[in-house]
Every structure is written in structure tokens, then in C-alpha cells.
T-cell receptor
């Protein structure tokens, strides 16, 4: 089955700096890659996603890049703010698994004011 | 606005008890999922369902069963709770159209403690 690895597990940045979280996947059938943000005590919520026919997608300060050949994808957050502090999860979904998501183990991001 | 609700936010049960966790979604989603979330392990899929009365095992189904009698409701059952099932349980739902994956919407979670 699919295996998703996520790094780093913790990340601290100064407010205004950029943050990058990287994930790798193993199954070439994966074609959908969502990123979720989970604030303390709250449910995970989708912040951005990308499909395998696209190499990059941006939404304001957040961007995701996908390298299908290398089987890795990354989340980029620019101009970080304290409210970006949360746990971020990447996931991969192989097309032949009935919409199953395989999640990474999460990155705890702390933005220091 | 998609709404996924879970029957309890916090639950304390004793070892050996039968435990029911319920999840309801109001968006007519075909797919529903049960995950457990443990520190350092991310979200691990227990079971999922792509239609009423249909179920598929996820990565960690041992010790759990599920029931989906109605499209909007998906129940997770711990037949005989054990202390290693102490965890946060998250339900999710999504649209399902063939092999195209869509965003999963999560419920608020149930923190289960088994003593």
C-alpha cells in the first residue's frame, strides 16, 4: 500500500519568515495530494490540494509543489504569522483505492512573534 | 456548509466494555471514514464505507467494527474496549465519484479513554 513520509516533525520559524514542509510518497497510482491544518483542539481542515496533472498551485501565502518523477510534494508558507502555528498533515490518495487518504505523521509548526 | 458531527467529544469507558462512536454528515456524501489519531503517528484509517451497508478495512481494523445502515450515519464499534484503544477518533466524509478523490471533511473528534 501507499506510504507517506513527512518532514520535519517540528518546525519553528520567526514571524515573517517562510516555512517549508516536505512529503514523499511511494505509490505511483497516487494522483491527489491534500494538505490539512489542525489547530490545537480542533478538527483537521483542508488548506490546499493538488492533483497530479498540475505541478504547482498557490493560494495567497500558501503554495504546494508536486514532483511526480521524484514522488515528492511540498507545502510552502510565506510571510508566516502566529496564526499559522498548528500541525500540518500531508496526504496522498491513489486513484484505485476508493478515495482513501494516506496521511503523513504531521509537522508541528510554531511561528515565533 | 458541510457539517460532520460526532456523538461525544469525550468518553471514558472501562476495559471490556462495548463502545459505540457515531458520526453523522449532512452533505449526502457517499464516502465516510473512521481514523484514530495518536501523537507522532498521524491519522491512521480504521475503516471506511463508500455506500450504505458497504465497508472496507483500513490499515488498523483489528479490534474494531463498523456499521452503516443509513447514508448519513457511520458508526464505529469497539467490541471489547482495551487500554491500547485510548485515542482520539476522527470521522470524515467526502463525495465519491468513481476514482476521483475529493476533500474529506472531518468531525470534531471523540477523545476516548479506556481505563
Amino acid at each position: 500500500g501507499e506510504n507517506v513520509e513527512q518532514h520535519p516533525s517540528t518546525l519553528s520559524v520567526q514571524e515573517g519568515d517562510s516555512a517549508v514542509i516536505k512529503c514523499t510518497y511511494s505509490d505511483s497510482a497516487s494522483n491527489y495530494f491534500p494538505w490539512y491544518k489542525q489547530e490545537l483542539g480542533k478538527r483537521p481542515q483542508l488548506i490546499i490540494d493538488i492533483r497530479s496533472n498540475v505541478g504547482e498551485k498557490k493560494d495567497q501565502r500558501i503554495a504546494v509543489t508536486l514532483n511526480k518523477t521524484a514522488k515528492h510534494f511540498s507545502l510552502h508558507i510565506t510571510e508566516t504569522q502566529p496564526e499559522d502555528s498548528a500541525v500540518y498533515f500531508c496526504a496522498a490518495s491513489p486513484w484505485n483505492t476508493g478515495n482513501q487518504f494516506y496521511f503523513g505523521t504531521g509537522t508541528s509548526l510554531t511561528v515565533i512573534p | 456548509d458541510v457539517k460532520v458531527t460526532q456523538s461525544s467529544r469525550y468518553l471514558v469507558k472501562r476495559t471490556g466494555e462495548k463502545v459505540f462512536l457515531e458520526c453523522v454528515q449532512d452533505m449526502d456524501h457517499e464516502n465516510m471514514f473512521w481514523y484514530r489519531q495518536d501523537p507522532g503517528l498521524g491519522l491512521r484509517l480504521i475503516y471506511f464505507s463508500y455506500d450504505v451497508k458497504m465497508k472496507e478495512k483500513g490499515d488498523i481494523p483489528e479490534g474494531y467494527s463498523v456499521s452503516r445502515e443509513k447514508k448519513e450515519r457511520f458508526s464505529l464499534i469497539l467490541e471489547s474496549a482495551s487500554t491500547n484503544q485510548t485515542s482520539m477518533y476522527l470521522c470524515a466524509s467526502s463525495w465519491g465519484q468513481g476514482n476521483r478523490a475529493y476533500e474529506q471533511y472531518f468531525g470534531p473528534g471523540t477523545r476516548l479513554t479506556v481505563t
